[in-house]
């Protein structure tokens, strides 16, 4: 069975950092493209970050490109996404997502973890 499951999130201040994990089974993910995404109340589920599984060409999206670095361990088969000087907009449930597109679009991605509460305070 496939699963991924997210941890990490949390409470913090603004100006705070935290790390999200994102643990992969069920199955090789050598060919695909892991994704994280977030969705705050009452908002559609946005594009956070994305890269290979190989670990190459990640990218972001512009509201988090400076401040979130997305990674990930081949051995322990878990993405990471390193979130530093957090803004009181980066509050919402963060998704991590499995695809075999590379794309920034939730909807191409097929496998999806139950997320994580992360609320930014000022």
């Known amino acids: 069975q496939v699963q991924l499951v997210e941890s990490g999130g949390g409470l913090v201040q603004a100006g705070g950092s935290l790390r999200l994990s994102c643990a992969a089974s069920?199955?090789?993910?050598?060919?695909?493209?892991m994704g994280w995404f977030r969705q705050a109340h009452g908002k559609e589920r946005e594009f956070v970050a994305a890269?290979?599984?190989?670990?190459?060409?990640?990218v972001y999206a512009d509201s988090v490109k400076g401040r979130f670095t997305i990674s990930r361990d081949g051995a322990k088969k878990t993405v990471y996404l390193q979130m530093n000087s957090l803004k009181p907009e980066d509050t919402a449930v963060y998704f991590c997502?499995?695809?075999?597109?590379?794309?920034?679009?939730?909807?191409?991605?097929?496998?999806w973890g139950q997320g994580t509460q992360v609320t930014v305070f000022s």
């Open positions: 890269i290979r599984w190989s670990g190459d060409m990640p």
């Open positions: 997502a499995a695809s075999t597109y590379y794309t920034t679009e939730p909807n191409t991605y097929g496998i």
């Open positions: 069920g199955r090789t993910f050598s060919n695909y493209v």
